[in-house]
């Protein structure tokens, strides 16, 4: 991601420095984001319940503080935030190349339920999981956006308009 920003290739290359440097925030902030709510979440994995021959009772995830018996640190779902981080392409690549930003949205959606999907199906999520990760990446990729917009405005404001740096540079 850091040698996107600095060397970028392919479509990255039509993006300003600042909007490769969203991109590659908006992917860590993300999966920061994801992995503190697990590790606080004392929610545990459907496979770890008893009706599946483990320990733990059903709980709610939104139940906080509330302890199910068993290991906990299931929700939200890690392995589909690996996708669903890369929300924030669309978003930097929104505002110049739409139709790059659909594909960019697709992949990274498609990516995180197909990784959801596979947790599921092994009994490490339920679907609800894999929901509130792309939520809570999306929210984290629009959140960041709103900040980066708002620093290219001032910055474009500020230099004459001979001045303002082309994509890319």
């Avoid at 850091?2 to 970028?8: C, E, N, Q, T």
């Avoid at 993300?30 to 992995?35: P, Q, T």
């Avoid at 599946?52 to 059903?58: E, L, Q, R, V």
């Avoid at 596979?118 to 956006?145: I, K, P």
Wanted: charged share 10%.
């Amino acid at each position: 991601l850091l040698l996107a920003i600095v060397r970028p290739v392919g479509a990255l290359t039509q993006l300003s420095a600042l909007r490769r440097s969203q991109l590659a925030l908006s992917t860590l902030v993300a999966l920061l984001v994801v992995s503190s709510i697990k590790l606080h979440s004392r929610t545990s994995c459907p496979s770890s319940l008893q009706e599946f021959g483990g320990m733990a009772s059903y709980v709610s995830h939104w139940a906080w503080g509330t302890r199910d018996g068993g290991d906990g640190n299931c929700f939200p779902a890690g392995h589909a935030s690996a996708g669903f981080a890369f929300l924030g392409g669309f978003f930097a690549f929104r505002h110049r190349l739409p139709a790059t930003a659909a594909r960019w949205l697709a992949g990274a959606m498609l990516t995180g339920l197909l990784l959801g999907v596979a947790q599921q199906l092994r009994g490490a999520h339920y679907m609800s999981h894999t929901f509130w990760t792309a939520w809570f990446c999306w929210v984290t990729a629009a959140s960041l956006d709103l900040g980066f917009s708002q620093l290219e405005r001032r910055t474009s404001q500020r230099l004459p308009r001979d001045q303002v740096p082309a994509p890319g540079l």
